[in-house]
Structure formats: C-alpha cells, structure tokens
T-cell receptor, first 114, second 114 residues
Framework: EAGVTQFPSHSVIEKGQTVTLRCDPISGHDNLYWYRRVMGKEIKFLLH????????ESGMPNNRFLAERTGGTYSTLKVQPAELEDSGVYFC????????????FGSGTRLTVV | DQQVKQNSPSLSVQEGRISILNCDYT??????FLWYKKYPAEGPTFLIS?????DKNEDGRFTVFLNKSAKHLSLHIVPSQPGDSAVYFCAASAQAAGTYKYIFGTGTRLKVLA
C-alpha cells in the first residue's frame, strides 16, 4: 500500500509570502494529523481531521495557518503570510483508528522562511 | 511548558551492548505512551507502545518500561545494532480524557558504534 505522501519535500519562501503544503494520506484512513518540528525541538501537534471535519485544532499556532480536508481525502495546510518562526518540518500522519500505533507519518515538508 | 521531556539529546553505545533511552512526563492524565524512531529525511516510524495499565512491554530487542509513580518511561534496546542509529522520540496521550493527539519529546539521537 502507498504510504503518506507529502509535497513539496522542501520549500523556501520569503517572509510575507504564502505557502501551501499538501498531504495525501493512506487510502481509507479517516484520521489525518498535522505536526510540526521546529529545529531541534519536539514534534508538536497542530490538528486532527476525522474525514473532512476538524476534530481537534488546539495546536494551530494562530490564524495565519489554515488547514482543509475537502472530501475527506487529501489535506492542505496554508500559511499566509509566512513568518520567520514558521520555519520547520511539517509532518502529516494518517491512521485508520485513533491509536497512535496506527499512525503512519509522511516524510515531511521542510519549510524555510527567509 | 514541556509535558514530555527527553533530557539526553544524544547517546552513544557500542554494538551489542544495551541502549537505554529515558523519558519523563508531567501530566498525570497521560495513559498511553509510544516510542518512535526517525531516520534523517524520513518521517517517524512507530516502534513500541505501552498503556498505563502495564509496567512493561516487550517486542523482540525492544522493551519499554513505565514507572507511573515516577512519571518515567524508558526504552531498552538489547543488543544494540548499528541500524538502530536514529533519533528516538517518546510520545504520550491522554486517551481516557478523550484526546488522541500525541505530545512528543525533543528526541534522543542514538549512535551505535560498530
């Protein structure tokens, strides 16, 4: 089975620009998660979709971040306008059930805001 | 305030010896714990889990120990192999409280020397 796919793998943008990250979960996985790792720090939860609904968005840092999952398939995470502190690696994960054991992570998108 | 702490950023161990990675947590509501392994340029992959009703879980060379009174868990790898060299993250969730997001530590980089 295909894994979780994220693209782009790298993105370098200027402060103030907009960037959209995409995640294609494993087919049939209702649960989709976004996490972020800032340089050398912990992997931080951003939000959790169940199908197309936001189950938990308590980790979203501010309203410059917008996540969508139209139709319950792929998801996008838009950052607008990007700030320097948004730099980091953004991971997407999907699972069939709610147990963390079932998480499959993508390889991440490394975002650099200059 | 970091709820899951991995105080050792790095660890070097000789091949064939035991690797012990430690993790402390502060939230007494956490009831499910995971260890993930991460290679460079890849997403984290699930390694082993333990629920709060147990104090030990074993899977091949990997054993996780949980000490609830001390709010401490550890991952033992015996015997360590060069392929185990990676960054290891512990993660915790409070599933009985209805939250399925995982709180991750900052990771410990393990280097197994041949």
């Amino acid at each position: 089975e295909a894994g979780v796919t994220q693209f782009p793998s790298h993105s370098v943008i200027e402060k103030g620009q907009t960037v959209t990250l995409r995640c294609d979960p494993i087919s049939g996985h209702d649960n989709l998660y976004w996490y972020r790792r800032v340089m050398g720090k912990e992997i931080k939860f951003l939000l959790h979709f169940v199908k197309e609904s936001k189950q938990d968005e308590s980790g979203m840092p501010n309203n410059r971040f917008l996540a969508e999952r139209t139709g319950g398939t792929y998801s996008t995470l838009k950052v607008q306008p990007a700030e320097l502190e948004d730099s980091g690696v953004y991971f997407c994960a999907s699972s069939q059930d709610l147990s963390g054991e079932g998480y499959t992570f993508g390889s991440g998108t490394r975002l650099t805001v200059v | 305030d970091q709820q899951v702490k991995q105080n050792s950023p790095s660890l070097s161990v000789q091949e064939g010896r035991i690797s012990i990675l430690n993790c402390d947590y502060t939230n007494s509501m956490f009831d499910y714990f995971l260890w993930y392994k991460k290679y460079p340029a890849e997403g984290p992959t699930f390694l082993i889990s333990i629920s709060s009703i147990k104090d030990k879980n074993e899977d091949g060379r990997f054993t996780v120990f949980l000490n609830k009174s001390a709010k401490h868990l550890s991952l033992h790898i015996v015997p360590s192999q060069p392929g185990d060299s990676a960054v290891y993250f512990c993660a915790a969730s409070a599933q009985a409280a209805g939250t399925y997001k995982y709180i991750f530590g900052t990771g410990t980089r393990l280097k197994v020397l041949a």
